[in-house]
């Protein structure tokens, strides 16, 4: 399974970008799915998680100014952000928990990086 992620660039404070990453390959399915970010000396972290029904989880610095969103039959995720500012910069990851079989096993895969770099 492979993730491959796009539509990172560079951006002014209060504008908005949307990535996109879609999830090719054989698996039984895809369960959760979720974008992820690390600045530099940071650790990473989560900003927002979708399951395959559609419950999403967002990380509270991002809360109203970005929405993940998925199509299962496309196995794609995106996340639409907005009123983006300069503490958003960052390289942003998605990532699946992706059931192999039906019989298992689950496991983690994740995008390449997307740099998403936001200006005073």
């Known amino acids: 399974v492979q993730l491959q992620a796009s539509g990172g660039g560079l951006v002014q404070a209060g504008g908005s970008l949307r990535l996109s990453c879609t999830a090719s390959?054989?698996?039984?399915?895809?369960?959760?799915m979720g974008w992820y970010r690390q600045a530099p000396g940071k650790q990473r972290e989560l900003v927002a998680s979708i399951t395959r029904g559609g419950r999403t989880d967002y990380a509270d610095s991002v809360k109203a100014r970005f929405t993940i969103s998925r199509d299962n039959a496309k196995n794609t995720v995106d996340l639409q952000m907005n009123s983006l500012k300069p503490e958003d910069t960052a390289v942003y990851y998605c990532?699946?928990?992706?059931?192999?079989?039906?019989?298992?096993?689950?496991?983690?895969?994740w995008g390449q990086g997307t740099q998403v770099t936001v200006s005073s």
């Open positions: 990532n699946a928990e992706v059931l192999l079989t039906f019989y298992g096993p689950e496991r983690d895969y």
């Open positions: 390959g054989r698996a039984f399915s895809i369960n959760a």
